[in-house]
């Protein structure tokens, strides 16, 4: 199933595995992804420049075929003491409930966006997907003559358009069932809440640049309905979360397995960010948070030892279990099954749909 | 394009126009799209019982095709006089800035729903659609009785299993996209914005009546993308919203003609219940609303006198607009044709999709 954009990306499947930050696409992940026939990502918005350096390396120790690495543009964030205190006093309660110690730092948030962006053009990755904002024209130039591919994030038609005047080479239109992090960019995340039935069709219309469909792609269906709706791709997340090789927490991946599609909300509680996730404890105490969440990247350095507390005590009630709203599809097989099982049922789906035209 | 559903329906294309209650669906939209080959559909919920005996009576001058009557299912409101004098003291803002008199009536509701259902009934209406709950039993098994086709809404996969479990003939599957009121029945309609990408493929593996893809779908795409995902049929509101045989308010239909994807939002300003509408003075002036929205019937008789002020006032700040996410792809074309161009785009897409199979 070729599109320009499998030619683009030199791969042999219009499958993405969504670069899932903070854990999930371990290098077994994605070599297994891109040794399938799709595109492995790495999430490395949180990772430190070495860190990033490593996983390349691990990745391409486990295939030379062609995969992603994901950075979060940065963004101006600022956030007075005052209301730092605020959130420290509060989250407190919740570290208390985990048994480890009462926290009133503020945090000390080092840039390394730059520094990242270098590891990806000293490693010549062969593709570059970003979210959150639009990086430097600088960068993406810098990338043009690297020869890396380039894909950037839309919730919006308007940030489709502003996308493709900056000169990316394809756009992930992220549909509001998408799982993780919200990566709008103008206006207010949750004002861009479009679903991908209708977002598809409404951003192929206004872009030359191939899309990539995200948000509730779970299976063949998902595929021949976004390659209906004008996608040339999709990205899927949540449905490779529960792989064997997917480095998510076991807590966590026995929480997708028994969630169902109402069992998500967008929340900004973990990070300060708008993002999808699995309801839990800490989102539903944080819903009555009588103040101000601290913007991202604030409010995620300050929730993160609660975060690993909880994966340290197999708490999922503390745990960010991000997962998309066609979490009841998520299935146990390996990367590669996955990939295969997904290519199959869409061939025999159009060949079905073919049928019925007739 | 035959499916069961089509069939049962004894329509020739799986394409049924939304009751859009409230004015939209005229005789003439709904014989226009039943001649068409699809399913028009009165959004009755609204009327007397009298009046819907007329429409029906309309619409058969009109079409000797089958055709829908969708009601409302009543549900138990308890709504204290002192929440509703403080709306209505609030409203009265509205009603100043309009220029209508003041009100301080708590509205006299008379629930006809049994009178309604005795008139589908004695018209033999092929088909009877209802949102907001489950008629009772008595109910459904004289539809039965009648031979009339039944169909629920539900936005969940538990609020669809609860459907079947009742006998209904179908179901629609309501993504967040929709336009217009949420079906949800249980729990909170908010926790419920599934969108139709991720709810579709979820509930068609959990029941095994049709289901009816609504919300986002817009033309022959959305139309392919849903049967991909397991629909039998598609419902679709918004496209035909501008028909010139739709109802709508002619500023109504300007608005629709000039909004993106990102100017609906889901508010209870106008009814006590969530519905999807574009944004406007009233919208965002009930956010800042210091009190409970009284829920429906109750804020929607509340709301009625401001409403018809705007319409005749050419005002639309203060009318319901009702509409979806797709809503850049709504287009000035008889219903008709947009049963015709839907159908051919989605054979045209069929046979492009097979294309890239081989």
Known sequence: ?????????????????????????????????????????????????????????????RTNRPFGVNLFVPEQTDVSEDIIEKMNNYLNESRTELGIS?????PDLKETFKEQVQVVLEENVPVFSFTFGIPSQNIIQEMKQHGIVIIGTATTVEEGIQLEATGVDAIVAQGSEAGGHRGAFLGNANDALIGTMALLP???????????????????????????????????????????????HVVYKGKVMTSSEDSTEITYAYSGKAARGIRNDFINKMRFYPGIIPAYP?????????????????NPEYMSLWAGQGVRLAKELTASDIVKQTMEQAAALIERLNKTRN
Do not use: W
């Open 202 to 248: 409404q951003l192929v219309d206004h872009v030359a640049v191939p899309v990539i469909a995200a948000g509730g792609i779970m299976d063949g269906r998902g595929l021949v309905a976004s390659l209906a709706l004008g996608a040339s791709a999709v990205q899927m997340g949540t449905a490779f979360l529960v792989c064997p090789e997917s480095g998510a």
């Open 298 to 314: 604030i409010q995620n350095a300050l929730t993160r030892d609660i975060r690993q507390a909880a994966a340290k005590a197999n």
């Open 102 to 106: 009462l926290n009133s730092l503020t």
């Open 1 to 61: 199933m070729e599109t320009a954009l499998t030619q683009k990306l030199n791969i042999q499947y219009p499958i993405i595995q969504a670069p899932m930050a903070g854990g999930p696409t371990t290098p077994e992940l994605i070599a297994a992804v891109s040794n399938a026939g799709g595109l492995g990502s790495l999430g490395a918005g949180y990772l430190t420049p070495e860190q990033i350096r490593e996983a390349i390396k691990e990745i391409r120790k």
